[in-house]
């Protein structure tokens, strides 16, 4: 896997994917499954920065129907994904791979301050970068923060790994006629409203040419396969 088709990446990981089978937290064989498929990468020489969401722990927007200030619960939102970033750089390092955690907010000596040259430097060294707390500020989404990471850090794509396989026509858990995109073009995914990412997110990755490929991370193996060039999942580019 001397030629893979990604030098660098970034990887986006929903927080709920880290429950398993729990429902809630972080399933710790869950974990070991994700940093035993990324550190296989990483050895191969692929460079990968990620980002976790944090709805596994809380989410903010949910706690607004119950008094909490849109503000405080965003907040509350980047810490769970700190939770997450330390959790899985535990498990990568475990594993025999180095991880920085870099937060967007300062809170030393949990994690370093986020900074591009840093991150790069450390990426170029064979460690993993992960990238807590969002983008630092409230009303964005960790989509949002992942957009932004990718093309700060001058990634080839961003991989969104999922629980299904790609970009359907429809939600195919709930439509089993819907019919699943090799690749779709951003103008496509706007005039048929698909749900790939929020519209922050998408509008950032169609404006700095970075395509999005979305795939099931779930499914052992999936990872190493689309680096090394097989097609997996859904392409999302520029037409």
């Given at each position: 896997?001397?030629a ?5 990446v ?15 937290g972080i399933?710790?064989?869950?974990l ?11 050895r191969q ?15 903010g927007?949910?706690?607004l129907?119950?008094?909490?200030d849109?503000?405080?619960?965003d ?10 970033s ?17 937060t967007?907010?300062?809170?030393e ?20 970068v ?5 983008t630092g500020?409230?009303?964005?989404t ?6 932004l ?26 439509d089993?006629s ?6 779709i ?10 749900k ?5 997110a998408t509008?950032m ?10 795939f099931n991370m779930?499914?052992?193996?999936n ?7 097989e097609k ?8």
């Open positions: 896997m001397s893979n088709k990604y030098k660098r970034l990887l986006k990981l929903s927080g709920e994917s880290l429950e398993g089978n729990q429902g809630y399933d710790p064989k869950k070991e499954a994700y940093a035993a498929e990324i550190a296989e990468n990483v020489g692929v460079q990968i920065a990620i980002v976790i969401g944090g709805g596994n722990i809380f989410r927007i949910s706690g129907g119950k008094g909490v849109r503000v405080k619960g907040q509350m939102g980047m810490l769970a994904t700190v939770i997450n330390l959790g899985l750089s535990a498990a990568l390092e475990a594993k025999g791979i180095k991880a920085v955690v870099m967007a907010i300062r809170m000596p949990i994690g370093h301050l986020y900074n591009k040259w840093e991150a790069i430097s450390a990426l170029e060294e064979g460690k993993v992960i990238c807590a707390a969002g500020n409230p009303y964005f960790t989509d949002t923060g992942s957009s990471r990718a093309i700060e850090l001058e990634t080839d794509a961003m991989l969104k790994g999922t629980r299904v396989d790609g970009v359907y026509t429809a939600d195919p858990e709930k089993p819907a019919e699943k995109f090799e690749e073009t951003f103008d496509e995914i706007y005039n048929r409203g698909l790939v990412m929020d519209l922050t509008t990755c169609k404006e700095n040419d970075l395509p999005i490929v979305v779930d499914k052992p193996g990872l190493t396969k689309l680096l090394s060039g997996i999942g859904t392409v999302v580019h520029n037409g």
